[in-house]
Nanobody
Framework: QVRLVESGGGLVQAGGSLRLSCAAS????????AGWYRQAPGKQRELVAQ????????NYAESVKGRFTISRDNAKNTLYLQMNSLKPEDTAVYYCQAAANTWGQGTQVTVSS
């Protein structure tokens, strides 16, 4: 069974940091493109960051460039999102996605001003 399980969300003050984790089972992250998305209340889900399988090319939304870092631990089969200098507008449910159409359950990130 293919499964993605996110963790690491929570409440943090503006300027703080969080690291999200996405543990994969039933698929191998290093051979598939993977990414992080987020959805704020009343808004559409948007791509935050992605990493490709072969070249490890990373891409970021303009709004998070220089603050967020996506990475992958192949030994742990886990995807990460390091989020620094968090802003209230980063508040959203964050989802891990891999293998084109496999999603985690989401983890809430709330940034207070």
């Amino acid at each position: 069974q293919v499964r993605l399980v996110e963790s690491g969300g929570g409440l943090v003050q503006a300027g703080g940091s969080l690291r999200l984790s996405c543990a994969a089972s039933g698929l191998i992250l290093r051979v598939t493109n993977a990414g992080w998305y987020r959805q704020a209340p009343g808004k559409q889900r948007e791509l935050v960051a992605q990493i490709t399988s072969l070249s490890n090319t990373v891409n970021y939304a303009e709004s998070v460039k220089g603050r967020f870092t996506i990475s992958r631990d192949n030994a742990k089969n886990t995807l990460y999102l390091q989020m620094n200098s968090l802003k209230p507008e980063d508040t959203a449910v964050y989802y891990c996605q891999a293998a084109a159409n496999t999603w985690g359950q989401g983890t809430q990130v709330t940034v207070s001003s």
